[in-house]
């Protein structure tokens, strides 16, 4: 019965008792014509409560746990054997990994057509075996991780350690410009220096105070010759019907995608009233 449930040896116990339970209760004497049951008991006794030893089958929650919305309502098992003092089924419960009697359980018989369908359930030196290759694994691959890591951080120590130079044919250091150990300089690396010479860090809230900059009186150039080119007004003598509406500069910074100063906006706006 072990070998064909494909269950560990240490269930050998329990193969006795399902076995002397069944053939109490099967098995009639063939004098007496009458089961050992019926001799001990003096009544026979229903078989519909018989079950395929080692067969599958699945134990309902019936209450013993608080389930969440999520969990499963019933436990994957493998039955046993039968309850001695009571109606109960002796079933191995694989989420617990324990040997219960359950009352409300659901058995699966048809599985124990195909080999590879019969419920196992792994010995205790098969589990250690796992638990000791994992363990192999995890090591083994801590080793490879720290190597990498050992690897990279190499790399990274020779690529900020100064380059040797190669003098080529037909050229000097005398006739290069910078520092050698900085490296080539590309366009994309001056484009925020094109900008710093010509701009002012510092964004104005006076007028006063743009009029000592030269940068910022630059800027407040550029807005009256657009006013010029756009002829956006024009110059009329003043009259006592006429209401004089005020103005007023406001100073901006334009910044590119990194945060750096490239512009300085100014503008001449007029006066709101209410």
């Known amino acids: 019965m072990l070998n064909e449930?494909?269950?560990?040896?240490?269930?050998?116990?329990?193969?006795?008792?399902?076995?002397?339970?069944?053939?109490?209760?099967?098995?009639?004497?063939?004098?007496?014509?009458?089961?050992?049951?019926?001799?001990?008991?003096?009544r026979r006794r229903a078989l519909n409560h018989v079950k395929v030893f080692?067969?599958?089958c699945f134990i309902l929650n019936n209450g013993k746990e608080q389930l969440g919305k999520f969990d499963s309502k019933a436990d994957e098992g493998v039955f046993l054997g039968y309850a001695i003092n009571s109606h109960a089924y002796k079933v191995y419960n694989k989420r617990l990994m324990i040997v219960e009697e359950y009352v409300h359980v659901f058995f699966y018989e048809t599985n124990l057509v195909q080999q590879d369908q019969r419920p196992k359930i792994a010995d205790e030196k098969d589990i250690l075996q796992e638990k000791q290759t994992a363990a192999k694994l995890e090591f083994a691959t801590r080793n490879q991780t720290a190597e990498k890591e050992i690897q990279s951080?190499?790399?990274?120590?020779d690529n900020n350690l100064p380059k040797e130079w190669i003098e080529p044919k037909g050229l000097s250091k005398n006739n290069i410009i910078g520092d050698i150990k900085q490296g080539l300089s590309t366009k994309r690396k001056l484009v925020f220096f094109e900008h710093v010479a010509f701009v002012s860090q510092i964004e104005l809230k006076n007028v006063n105070d743009a009029l000592g900059d030269s940068n910022w009186?630059?800027?407040?150039?550029?807005e009256l010759n657009q006013f010029t080119r756009n002829y956006v007004w024009s110059l009329v003598p003043k009259t006592d019907a006429m209401n004089m509406i005020g103005t007023k500069w406001v100073f901006k910074n334009k910044m590119d995608k990194n945060g750096n100063i490239v512009r300085n906006k100014a503008r001449l706006v007029a006066k709101g009233y209410n």
């Open 54 to 56: 080692g067969c599958k």
């Open 153 to 157: 951080a190499e790399k990274a120590v």
């Open 5 to 42: 449930t494909s269950l560990p040896k240490y269930f050998w116990a329990d193969v006795v008792n399902t076995s002397s339970y069944v053939l109490n209760r099967v098995l009639i004497r063939p004098i007496l014509k009458k089961t050992p049951y019926e001799l001990f008991k003096d």
């Open 217 to 222: 009186v630059v800027a407040m150039q550029d």
